[in-house]
């Protein structure tokens, strides 16, 4: 881990300290053992359903003769991948290649890579559009900001059509290959270390497969499939989960889905603007604290709800070392 790492995870760690000293250690941790073991593995659980739906997401675009029997592989595979968003610095740009590695034995390497890019691509664009669902759901939250939030929802959704075009642009325009395009972007000294003769045969094999998927419409079709399970599986389930959280540990003071949703985007725009802090420590738990806030809540209830989740990502991040150990991806020493 670089040393500005080392900061920043200082700077979320001290973050989170003032947070439990400004709300209180003892209210928080009885906020969050409301919650009760039934209620924890409920959490838990339901994110099976996101494991689920963000692994068909990846299936739809793969364009090899695989039994469904299989599916169940790129389930742990997602799993596995995404548990070293919480165990390496790198985060999901170490996840993605673990993936088609996890499902080699299946998926050749060069197929699995492509569609890990392409998945990769596809989530970019997804959260976009999670960001343009939560200020459309603040239209019903905060009613009395109705004209404020209609100018910023159709000012991201200029932006959102704007970058579906400039992505489908930069596609149609590489004919030599996506990949080799945006490492032809690269300095000059590393564009030489990578575009060796070997490694090129490799990207070309891998830019082949993603251009056979964006070729026609027929393919283009898994495209959109896969974009719908990314979307639907993300916002649903864990505006789900807050919604659940937070009228767990405080009944009477409970939420409606829309706020839950409202806060899981708040959460999920402030982490990304932070996304330098290493796991979102400090500043995860900060934002659900500040969105409950805002939406009238004690702010106590929202550092519980971080908490909480982190935990959820704490199992499930256990579960894919697990994985990965059993697949020997990473090694006992």
């Known amino acids: ?55 068909y997401g990846w299936r739809v675009l793969v364009n090899y003769p695989i039994k469904w029997f299989y599916f169940y592989k790129f389930v742990l595979a997602r799993v596995a991948g995404d548990a070293t968003s919480s165990i390496n610095a790198l985060g999901s740009a170490a996840g993605e290649p673990l993936k088609a590695m996890y499902v080699k034995d299946i998926l050749p390497m060069n197929i699995g890579l492509a569609t890990v890019f392409l998945d990769r691509l596809i989530h970019i664009i997804s959260s976009v559009l999670m960001v343009l669902t939560g200020i459309f759901a603040s239209f019903f939250v905060f009613q009395s900001h109705l004209m404020e939030n209609l100018i910023l929802f159709i000012s991201l959704l200029l932006i959102f059509i704007l970058m579906l075009f400039l992505i489908f642009r930069f596609v149609k325009s590489r004919s030599s290959g996506i990949i080799i395009g945006i490492v032809e972007k690269f300095p000059q000294k590393l564009k030489n270390k990578i575009l060796t003769e070997g490694n090129i045969k490799k990207i070309n094999l891998i830019d082949d497969e993603i251009n056979f998927v964006l070729s ?49 985007v708040f959460g ?53 070392v697990i994985l990965l150990f059993y697949a020997g991806l990473i090694k006992r020493d």
């Open 1 to 55: 881990m670089k040393k500005s790492k080392y900061i920043f995870l200082a700077a979320g760690i001290l973050l989170l300290v003032l947070l439990f000293k400004s709300f209180g250690v003892e209210s928080t941790i009885e906020y969050i053992t409301r919650i009760g073991w039934p209620g924890f593995f409920a959490i838990c659980a339901i994110y099976i359903i996101t494991h689920t739906s963000l692994a």
């Open 268 to 320: 999920f725009v402030a982490t990304s603007a932070l996304f330098f802090v290493p796991a979102n420590v400090g500043t995860s738990e900060g934002s659900y604290s500040m969105a409950l806030s805002l939406l009238g809540h004690d702010p106590v209830v929202g550092l519980s709800v971080g908490i909480i989740r982190r935990l959820r990502t704490f199992v499930w991040a256990g579960i894919g």
């Open 216 to 264: 026609s419409k027929n393919n283009l079709k898994h495209f959109y499939i896969s974009l719908a399970m990314h979307y639907f599986g993300s916002i649903i389930t864990c505006s789900w989960e807050i919604y659940l959280i937070v009228n767990y540990i405080s009944p009477t003071g409970g939420i409606t889905f829309l706020e839950g949703l409202f806060i899981y």
